[in-house]
C-alpha cells in the first residue's frame, strides 16, 4: 500500500539482528506479545522491541511522504477544474492529504524520530513512498480514476490499520479513514459525470480507468509468497490482513462499480468465479512495479523535484517565522518589564 | 538546508463542543503559540471538530512512567468501598 516499499524482499528492515537475547529482554518481549495478543494498545513511553519500533518508524514515515507526495499529482489541477464545485472539493482533497501527512509525521515523531530527519530521508530521495504516486495526470479524468480508485484502495487498506497496535498510528487512521470516504465519493461522481457524459468525455474516462487499474491493483504491495515482514507484522498486529487478501476484496467492490459507470476494466481475463463469489484477475505486471521502486517510473524525478523546491521556496517563511517570533517574544517581555 | 529545531512541538487539544472538557487530537510544530493555534485550526478542525483549542508546548507536559503502572494505579483495585454497590440498602427503600 502506501508502504509497500517495506515488503520488497531486497530491503533491510524488520529483521531483528542476530544477537543474543538476554533473560530479561526475554521476558520484556513475551509480556509485549502478550499485550498485543490481548488487543492491547501500545503507547509511545511502553518498552517495544527495537524492530516493532524500527518497522514501525519505517511503515509511518513511508505512509506519511505519501500523503505529501500524493498532493502533487492532484494539485496538477486545481487550477484547471472545470467548474468551482469541482475545484472547491479538490482543493479540499489536496488539503486533507496535507494533513494526513502531518498527522503520520507526528504519529512517527512519537516513537523517537525528528521531523526534520524524516523530511530529509524524503528530499535525499532515500525514503520511499507509494509507487501510485509516480504515475502522471494528463487529463481532466484522472482525477476522478485517482479519487476513485487510488483513495478507494487507500480506504481498504487503512480501515483495518485503525485497529493496529501502536496507539498513535491507529488513532492517526481513525482520523484520516474519518475524512477518506469523501474523498473516494467525489472521484467517483467525478467519473459518473464523464461516463454519462459525450462520447468524448466517456473515452476519457475510460482511458483514465486503463491507466490506473493495474497501478491501483499494485498499491497493496507484492502477493504474498514475495511479500518478506508479513508474519512477523501480522503477529505484532501492525498488520492485519495480507497483501493478497485486501487486493481481492478492492476488486470485489471496485468491479460493479466499474459495470454501474457503463466501462470496462482492462483485464481480458477478469471474471465471477460462481462458486467463490470473488473475480478472478489476470497477473500483474511485477517488473514495471519494481522499476517504480527503484526510482524509475514515469514521474519520481518530477515529484522529489517538486518537494525539493517547496522545500527550498519555503525557507524564507520558516526563517521569517522563527524571527517573527522571537520578536514577539522581546516585545511581551519588555511589556512585562 | 534550515532545519525546524526552533519549532517546538505543540500537543494541541480541542473543545469539541460547548460544556465538554478538551481533548488532545494530536500534536504539531510551530514557532510560537499563535502559530501552533492557527496550525491547528487548519490541520485539527477542517469539519467543525471543536469550538475550542489549547496548545501546549510538548515539553511542558509531565507524564507518569509506564513503568509505575502497577504501583500507581492497582492500589485503586481493592477499594471496592470506594463504589456505591459496596453498601447495602435494602431495596424498599427508594431514591437513593
Ligand atoms: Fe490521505
Ligand atoms: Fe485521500
Known amino acids: 500500500m502506501y508502504t509497500q516499499g517495506l515488503d520488497a524482499k531486497t530491503e533491510q528492515g524488520a529483521q531483528p539482528s542476530p544477537r543474543l537475547v538476554t533473560e530479561q529482554e526475554a521476558a520484556l518481549q513475551g509480556r509485549f506479545q502478550e499485550r498485543v495478543d490481548a488487543e492491547e494498545k501500545i503507547e509511545p513511553r511502553d518498552w517495544m522491541p527495537d524492530g516493532y519500533r524500527r518497522t514501525l518508524v519505517r511503515q509511518i514515515s513511508q505512509h506519511a511522504h505519501s500523503e505529501i507526495v500524493g498532493m502533487l499529482p492532484e494539485g496538477n489541477w486545481i487550477t484547471r477544474a472545470p467548474t468551482l464545485r469541482r475545484k472547491v472539493a479538490l482543493l479540499a482533497k489536496v488539503q486533507d492529504e496535507g494533513g494526513h501527512g502531518l498527522y503520520l509525521y507526528s504519529a512517527a515523531e512519537t516513537l523517537g524520530v525528528s521531523r526534520d530527519e524524516l523530511i530529509g530521508q524524503l528530499l535525499s530521495g532515500k525514503a520511499k513512498y507509494s509507487s501510485i504516486f509516480n504515475y502522471p495526470t494528463p487529463t481532466w479524468a484522472d482525477i476522478g480514476a485517482i479519487g476513485w480508485l487510488v483513495d478507494g484502495a487507500a480506504i481498504m487498506n487503512q480501515v483495518p490499520l485503525c485497529r493496529c497496535s501502536y496507539g498513535p498510528y491507529a488513532r492517526a487512521m481513525v482520523r484520516i479513514c474519518r475524512e477518506e470516504s469523501f474523498h473516494q465519493r467525489q472521484g467517483y461522481e467525478l467519473m459518473l459525470a464523464l461516463a454519462q457524459g459525450t462520447a468524448e468525455q466517456k473515452r476519457m474516462a475510460q482511458d483514465a480507468l486503463n491507466r490506473w487499474w493495474w497501478p491501483s491493483l499494485m498499491m497493496f504491495g507484492p502477493s504474498d509468497e514475495q511479500s518478506a515482514h508479513s508474519s512477523q507484522n501480522m503477529a505484532w498486529k501492525i498488520k492485519r490482513f495480507s497483501n493478497d487478501e485486501l487486493r481481492q476484496r478492492f476488486v470485489d467492490a471496485t468491479v460493479p462499480q466499474a459495470e454501474f459507470l457503463g466501462l470496462t476494466i482492462p483485464d481480458p481475463e477478469l471474471r465471477l468465479n460462481a462458486e467463490t463469489g470473488h473475480y478472478e484477475f489476470g497477473a500483474i505486471d511485477w517488473t514495471e512495479f519494481n522499476e517504480i521502486l527503484k526510482g524509475n517510473g514515469p514521474c519520481n524525478r518530477e515529484r522529489i523535484e517538486a518537494r525539493r523546491k517547496a522545500w527550498d521556496d519555503g525557507a524564507w517563511v520558516r526563517e521569517a517565522a522563527v524571527a517573527h517570533a522571537a520578536k514577539r517574544r522581546q516585545r511581551a517581555l519588555k511589556k512585562a518589564g | ?96
Open chain 2, 1 to 96: 538546508m534550515m532545519d525546524r529545531k526552533d519549532w517546538p512541538l505543540f500537543e494541541i487539544f480541542i473543545r469539541p463542543k460547548n460544556g465538554l472538557s478538551h481533548k488532545h487530537v494530536g500534536s504539531l510544530h510551530a514557532a510560537d503559540a499563535r502559530m501552533a493555534l492557527d496550525n491547528a485550526r487548519d490541520v485539527y478542525t477542517r469539519r467543525g471538530e471543536g469550538v475550542s483549542i489549547w496548545a501546549v508546548p510538548a515539553a511542558s507536559i509531565a507524564a507518569s512512567d509506564p513503568t509505575d503502572k502497577a504501583s500507581l494505579f492497582d492500589p485503586a483495585d481493592d477499594k471496592v468501598y470506594r463504589h456505591p454497590t459496596f453498601y447495602d440498602i435494602p431495596a424498599d427503600v427508594k431514591n437513593i
